[in-house]
């Protein structure tokens, strides 16, 4: 009979510990938490639900972690790697679908969890159909309209950032800034999951907005509104109509860091820019300080090379048509040539006339009538020539022109000519002229000599000092050369 029984001794000794007064020995929780188990797998071995996806995971072995919903209940639910891989769909928070599996227990916490083998898709999501129409509502206002998105500023002073002051998003955030270009950050810490979160960050987002340009809390340049991760629910609260429409009408440019990438909520829609991540929007939000200063080096060089460009076309220029410019030796050359030609044709010359005379010489006879018929011939001459006072005269006038012009030249180029036009000479011991400097500096005592009169001198030992003394007389009676 006892094998007939649909219990094993485990379940009777749980039917006997449940007797009031009962002396067997008391299960472990383990025996506890395996008889359940038995029990839910038996009695919900196959079930079909139906209900809304929410906070799917997929882990690194493949695996999708989720939660089944309704109006009323929460379900955990699983699906292993094997069954994912014949999904039709990618599986997201909000999705109303039907699940087919079995129910089980996890021992580990004591929960129950339906293992899903098959899935597919129910309908659209109750919030997932409500984020739809609030988003087509808005679009239709104008809130996220392309021409109402602002620039963000290059290099923002002061950032204001709307989030909760104790999870890891501010400080990714700092650190980021912290790392890029620091600035000057101003926390308005709010709720960011709850009923009232929405209130809060809509509250803070215009209280940004309603600093004052100089006040005592600086204005910021530009507001970080984030969040980390999480499901649907989780982020609801930036979907309000309330956050949508103080992000949309801010005076300040908006980032908008909401959720992971995968996440998107109407403040991003609502936002002058949208960032994946909270450490994403921290570099959007301001630049790389190196790469600034790497830009404003690149800058400087472009601007001097810029600036030494003309001068090296300049210098480029010259060098080609100084190449193409004849040099000295070229100049000269034909004159150079003329010359030799010139010379050779006077050398050649003097010898020819040279040859010439020697020849007339040689053919030229001395005789006593060749001699009577030069004395007839110089007794004509003479005979024509009439001897007066207007003879000698002439010449003599002649060469008094001749000797006047010569004292005149003699006059202009005499040395001490320049003197009565303020110039001096310069004369040793001996009164012999000195023409340079190093000759003077070698002389014990020099001579000036000035169209009235010398005076004597004494050579200084720097000559070069002296013409800073210029015009200035020197306290001793003896004057230097100047």
Not at 14 to 34: F, H, K, M, W, Y
Not at 382 to 400: D, F, H, K, N, Y
């Amino acid at each position: 009979m006892a094998g007939n029984s649909p219990y094993d001794d485990n379940d009777a000794r749980l039917v006997a510990a449940s007797r009031e007064g009962d002396n067997s020995a008391p299960l472990t929780i383990t025996e506890i938490s395996q008889a359940l188990k038995r029990t839910v797998e038996d009695r919900f071995g196959f079930v079909r639900l139906r209900g809304e996806l929410s906070g799917v995971k997929r882990a690194a072995s493949g695996h999708l972690y989720m939660s089944l919903k309704d109006e009323k209940a929460v379900l955990d639910a699983v699906m292993w790697k094997g069954s994912t891989a014949r999904l039709p769909f990618k599986p997201e928070d909000g999705i109303e679908v039907v699940a087919t599996g079995k129910l089980t227990t996890f021992p580990g916490r004591s929960k129950y969890q339906i293992v899903v083998e098959r899935m597919e898709i129910a309908g659209e999501g109750a919030l997932l159909a409500l984020l739809e129409k609030n988003r087509q509502r808005f679009e239709a206002e104008g809130l996220f309209a392309p021409e109402k998105k602002r620039a963000l500023p290059h290099a923002p002073r002061v950032i204001g950032v709307v989030t909760s002051p104790t999870g890891a998003v501010i400080r990714d955030i700092l650190h980021r800034l912290e790392d890029r270009f620091p600035a000057h950050v101003l926390v308005w810490p709010v709720l960011v999951q709850g009923d009232a979160a929405a209130g809060q960050v809509a509250a803070a987002v215009r209280g940004f907005g309603a600093l004052a340009a100089g006040g005592p809390v600086p204005r910021p340049d530009l507001l970080i509104v984030a969040r980390g991760g999480g499901s649907i629910e989780d982020l609801w609260a930036f979907n309000e109509e309330e956050v949508v429409r103080a992000v949309a009408q801010s005076p300040i440019p908006v980032i908008s860091a909401v959720g992971h990438e995968t996440d998107t909520t109407l403040c991003d829609f609502a936002a002058d820019r949208r960032a994946p991540t909270p450490t994403a929007a921290a570099e959007i939000a301001v630049p790389v300080l190196r790469e600034i200063a790497a830009q404003i080096d690149d800058l400087t060089l472009r601007q001097r090379k810029n600036a030494r460009r003309p001068v090296d076309l300049g210098r480029e220029r010259l060098e080609t048509r100084m190449a193409r410019m004849p040099t000295q030796e070229q100049l000269l050359q034909s004159q150079v040539q003329r010359l030799d030609e010139a010379g050779e044709r006077l050398r050649r010359g003097l010898l020819d006339r040279a040859a010439q005379g020697r020849e007339k010489l040689s053919q030229l006879r001395l005789s006593p009538t060749i001699l009577q018929r030069n004395l007839r011939e110089a007794s004509q001459h003479l005979g024509s020539m009439r001897l007066g006072p207007a003879l000698v005269t002439r010449s003599i006038a002649e060469g008094r022109e001749r000797l006047d012009a010569l004292a005149r030249l003699a006059g202009q180029l005499h040395p001490e000519k320049p003197l009565s036009r303020g110039y001096a000479m310069v004369l040793d011991s001996t009164g012999k002229a000195v023409t340079n400097a190093a000759e003077a500096g070698r002389q014990a005592s020099l001579g000036i000599k000035f169209a009235d009169g010398t005076i004597n001198v004494i050579p200084g030992e720097n000559p070069r000092k002296s013409r800073k003394l210029a015009g200035s007389r020197s306290e001793s009676s003896q004057p230097k050369l100047l």
